[in-house]
């Protein structure tokens, strides 16, 4: 058996042999919605790469010189065609990404990072932490992301405890602890990243957080000690299992259930409650919903809302809540996802409310 290189990004799961070669879907940071043609002859031919196993990089030893431009995107390996991305319609170009490992509190945490070398320096950082639970982020095309990227936003995206695609142990870690190991890896990154931020004179990372992870962001902000974070976005959260088993339709009980979310964590930290928290959020907040979000309903975002208000947050000043009028759960990505998506990189950029 030999190793064969491939290009950097996702590879879809069905191929199809042509006179060209071997075609597949395929996708990456800059190369949205792509195709990739493998010439198997040329493939064979070409010298085979050295193959180095990947270190966990302690966010001490992260780059922070800035280079003289963004890393480019790597070229396709000899034998491989990528063909079909469109471009962006502003007629600039796609940012790209690289996969990192930083050393976690109970081993390494695979990323997903936009930024190039310097983006632990970068003006302005973004943790972004993805649903699920059961899911990961990848090394391909996120428009919300890219958006960020686009924005001058660097983005840490990690696939801390319970992401899937790191083998069973790994996936399993939360089940029956939502808000456990997956929060501890969090806030561990969090902490590193912003002592190394406040060490350069930079502002703290900003948190972002799509439903489960949303969620997750809104535990981190909570918990995290005051200033280490400087604002925080999330769509679409749920503020606990038990919150959550309440109000859900009958398969999402089903599915929170058979994942651990039925039982309830606590420990030192306390309950995985977000209403239960919500007092020690400090930082700037946004809360985008759709209002016929069938997964994780809206009043989920309601109940947040009003507490808020209970605790005498100003709406408008300290926090900013907006319903996305007809839009389900994947808000991101339905029709009026490009006015969400700059809405959420220009508050994460700038931490303005309004």
Same mark, same amino acid.
């Given at each position: ?34 195709? +990739? ?65 930083? +050393? ?52 840490? +995206? ?180 490009? +006015? ?15």
């Amino acid at each position: 058996m030999r190793p064969l290189p491939v290009p950097p990004g996702r590879l879809g799961a069905v191929g199809h042999w042509s006179a060209a070669g071997l075609r597949m879907p395929y996708s990456a940071p800059d190369r949205p919605a792509a195709l +990739a043609t493998l010439d198997v002859a040329a493939l064979l031919a070409a010298e085979p790469p050295a193959r180095q196993a990947p270190m966990a990089l302690p966010l001490a030893l992260a780059p922070l010189d800035a280079p003289p431009a963004e890393r480019v995107a790597a070229r396709a390996p000899a034998g491989w065609r990528l063909d079909g991305s469109a471009a962006p319609g502003d007629g600039g170009r796609w940012r790209s990404a690289q996969c990192l490992e930083l +050393a976690g509190p109970a081993g390494p945490v695979e990323a997903v990072v936009y930024g190039g070398e310097s983006w632990l320096s970068a003006p302005h950082l973004v943790l972004a932490l993805h649903g699920g639970p059961a899911d990961a982020w990848r090394l391909e095309f996120d428009p919300a992301l890219q958006r960020m990227a686009a924005e001058g936003l660097a983005v840490l +995206a990690p696939n801390q405890r319970g992401s899937t695609g790191y083998g069973p142990e790994y996936a399993m870690a939360i089940r029956g602890a939502w808000g456990g190991p997956d929060l501890e890896d969090v806030l561990a990154l969090l902490e590193g990243v912003a002592g190394q931020r406040a060490a350069l004179g930079l502002e703290p990372p900003a948190l972002f957080g799509v439903s489960y992870g949303a969620f997750l962001a809104l535990l981190a902000a909570a918990h995290a000690p005051v200033g280490a974070v400087s604002r925080c976005a999330v769509v679409a959260p749920f503020l606990s299992g038990g919150r959550l088993l309440a109000e859900a339709a009958a398969p999402v009980r089903a599915l929170t259930a058979r994942l651990g979310g039925d039982r309830e964590l606590e420990d030192a930290l306390g309950p995985r409650d977000v209403l239960r928290v919500a007092h020690r959020l400090h930082a700037p907040l946004l809360v985008v919903h759709g209002d016929r979000d069938e997964v994780v309903p809206v009043g989920q975002s309601r109940s947040l809302r009003h507490e808020l208000l209970r605790l005498g947050r100003v709406e408008g000043v300290d926090f900013r809540y907006v319903e996305a009028a007809g839009a389900g759960h994947e808000v991101l990505a339905e029709e009026g996802a490009a +006015a969400v998506h700059e809405l959420l990189a220009g508050f994460l950029r700038t931490g303005r409310p309004t």
